[in-house]
């Protein structure tokens, strides 16, 4: 197994255990729940919460330090260690693990605030002044069963009649553009629509993510139009794939209110470069061997799955839709460092 390799698998354990230690938090605060009486429980944090938000705490540096390790100057160039004192990825890695451990703080000071006992009873009296929202009839998954057998029709005459350069052009010159028009009207679609049931900080989530999805699908048919691939195209099923999740993302994040479509589109925006990856595998497109960690799928991934592992634990401490203020500040910073990685992934060539 090569650095790089090793690297992954050590970045995927620190966030596994990060990930059970916050499922922990969550399990034992529905045991205290359970436990207290019914005028508190939903808001009454004990001490062992705090002690385990603590020991999250820890584990997360310890991690971080293990991954990591403070570059002497020495690290293994001549073992293929290179990416570790290279000054665009190290810069990566700071700005990530400031995220990462301004999230666990955010995370430990929301406990204590919400341990406080004269906070929890302003709460609750604020909590028992909303009126009661009008109930908003979202669409139907059903209705999506006709664009799901279009699908499956065009997925069919490839499979059975069109020659790879057929996939190509019809790919390349039909589906994206037809896509990109159909995004765009959903995002006017969506600009001069308003909904009752969805408050500010909501449809300000919605936004930065739409917005950042739909620039990825121009991306991706850019990528498509510089292959020129023609005869020799055989990625037609992970590009289908890519367009199908797109159009299902964006339909959970604009028509339906679940607090989940959050998650939904950060596991998305993660497994994105992941089926680029598989993409340039099915192409034979082949990164060069000097290339610079900076400008590979990686930084994009480990950025996403950071960001969703925030998400996760959002999700799981707090099921409130209308307090949307701190997620949508992590959703700007993400949007903002996407943006810094896309640019600084540009080849020289293309930006001069």
Known sequence: M????????EVMIGIAVVGVLAFAVFLLAGRIRMATSAGTRSLNIRWPQIVLAVILLVVVVLALLWQFPPLDGSSGLAAGGSWRVDPDAWTYFTIMLVVAGAAVLIFLAALMIRSNPRLAKDLAEEDAEVAVPVAVETPSSARLLGLVLLVIAILLLTWIYLTPDLQFVLMQQVLYPVSLAVAVVMLFDKATRTWSAKNGGETFREWLLCDLMVFLLILGFLNLHELKAGAEYEAFLWDMIHLIAFFLVFWLLDRKL???????????????????????????????EDAEWWRTIWPMFFLGVIFFVLELIAAITSSDRKKQAIPSIKDALYVILAAITLIAAVPTTAAS
Do not use: C, G, H, M
């Open 258 to 288: 679940t607090r989940v479509r959050f998650l939904i589109a950060y596991l998305y925006l993660t497994l994105l470069p992941v089926l680029l990856l598989i993409w340039r595998a099915a192409q034979n497109v082949e990164t060069p």
């Open 2 to 9: 090569d650095n790089r390799s090793a690297a992954f698998l």
